[in-house]
């Protein structure tokens, strides 16, 4: 049986998918054949009507022929169809076809992968670390327009994040037809595939037992993995062409009437709030508490069952009172300028309230400490009255709950003493008449607000800007592929986000990077914080990353005095090891 690993898939060596994969392979060109079917790979096409309208579906699909002559067909919806338009509530799509793995014999030996999302919006496939060009030359990417160009065997592309934002853009141009035709061998194997996945911008999943199972196994598994990364290109935007300097930043933000800012957990980390993916965030100081899955933490099933495990965290979390940073207050500023559609937040800390934000504008999808609740009665408090329970780490109880609990608890003991076993009665007794900070749980829907608003906003929206977060929480994380295709996306976080295409990315830290966007362009914004003036006289500098593709980086003295350090340490450090090897030799 092939067993796809449904935790979060280690990273992929060549050697755990080789399958004959030391062929050496020359040099080849484009070519106009489609891929040698008798290997076991095809690409059929239909467009009907002869036509490529994105009002058709191009009807392709990946085929697997078996030894025994039975075929598996895999299908992927048209590039041609995916405009990035919003057709319906829901959160991914209506051209994405769900189409599964299907197979006429009604295999059972294969665990099949679809393209929904877990709670980080991950998949059996996940995103790629990408490599660093070492030179200049390294980043000049594949000519891939160019039908003289010579495309270099698979296992020779150096993968950075340029050559997989031109290969994404030649999938959706062209057609996922011409785009296997391009990139795979006649005859390709699972390596070949794999590689593929992974130039799209993918890690494959980890397959547990790969080298004990039939090569045409593996080979079935390896399409599937590149139908749901053919799929998850399809319904991910594609970069504009022309906006990608400054000026064009400069010019969108002077221009636009409807921005939409979408927010997560780096806008508040100057304050000490921790985010929660970093390695020095959230889920990270919990798995140094001994949680197998930090996430647990916020999970509903979770606290009905034990709310202590929240309670004896919460404090680390907590919004302090009347903060703010200077990206909060450039919310604000947007929304005295009369451009703020709406700031769309992953925030729990309610801090946008403390500049002013009005309720209106905001929109907060997970939730906030604002208000709690009791969980099984629903009366609703002042978030800030839970604070000093949460601070002392002690269950804080819903007063018009308190004699139905003691009774029900009553209950409970004498079932234990009675020694009767399990009770689906007594099941979440722990958490009756608990109170609950009103923040969204795994397990929980969002609140309504997000539904109402959301589908209006992003067909009114002239520019999206995404600020502090890794956008791996659906459905929030689908808000970028859901914006239309013509308006320009900006992204300011401290890395970058490898699943996604925005057309200009400031890195760097949230208050640094607007300071410099706004008091260092011809902007000429003054933003109304304490901070903005220091921060702005700290030495900001913006580092040209790659022009051509809007990648660029901010940092303050201080930052670029630690990083110079840092190199410093590593180098003595090398020439120390260096030394003790030509001693030991």
Known sequence: MVEIDRGRPDRMSSTETSVDSNESRPKRTKRSSSVDYSQGLSVQTDIRNGSTD???????????IQLDGKKVELEVISSSSSDNSDNSDGEDSSAIEETAFTNATNDNNYENSDNSEDEDGDSDISELEFEQPTSPEDDIGLDLFNKEAVIPPL????????????????????????????FLPPGPTPDDIFTLVKLLGFQPPKIRGLRT???????????????????KVIRTRTRLPDFHEIKHVVDALSKAENIII?????????????DFRSSQGFYSKMRNLGLDDPQEVFSLDVFRRDPSIFYSIAYMILPPED????????????????????????????????????????VQCHGSFATASCITCKYNIPGETLYPNLRSKKIAYCPFCESERKALLKKFEKHEDEGLGYSSRFQYVKSFGVMKPDITFFGENL???????????????????????????????EIVNRIPAHVPQILINRDPIN???????????????????CGKTDLSWEIPHPKYKEILDSGLELEVIDQEYGRYRITDADERLKERLTKLEETKKLDIETQGAVRDE
């Open 499 to 517: 699943h996604c295409e925005f057309d200009v990315e400031f890195l760097g830290y949230c208050d640094q990077a607007i300071t410099w966007i």
């Open 155 to 182: 296992s020779e592309i150096r993968i950075t994040k340029k050559v997989s934002s031109q290969v994404r853009k030649y999938l959706k141009t062209e057609g996922h037809g011409k785009f296997l035709d391009l």
């Open 447 to 477: 609140p309504d607000r997000y539904h109402d608003t959301i589908k209006e906003d992003i067909e009114k929206c002239d520019l999206l800007i995404t600020i502090g977060t890794s956008l791996k929480v659906a459905p929030v994380s």
């Open 323 to 362: 903060s703010s940073t200077p990206l909060h207050a450039f919310i604000k500023l947007l929304q005295d300028k009369g451009k703020l559609l709406r700031n769309y937040t992953q925030n729990i800390d309610n801090l946008e309230g403390n500049v002013g934000v009005l309720p209106e504008k905001l």
């Open 262 to 274: 979408l927010t997560g957990a780096g806008i508040s980390t100057s304050l000490g709030i921790p």
């Open 213 to 231: 199972l039939p090569s045409d196994v593996i080979l079935r598994a390896s399409i599937t993995c590149l139908k749901n990364a053919i799929n």
């Open 54 to 64: 994105t009002t058709d579906k191009e009807k392709n699909s990946i085929n697997y």
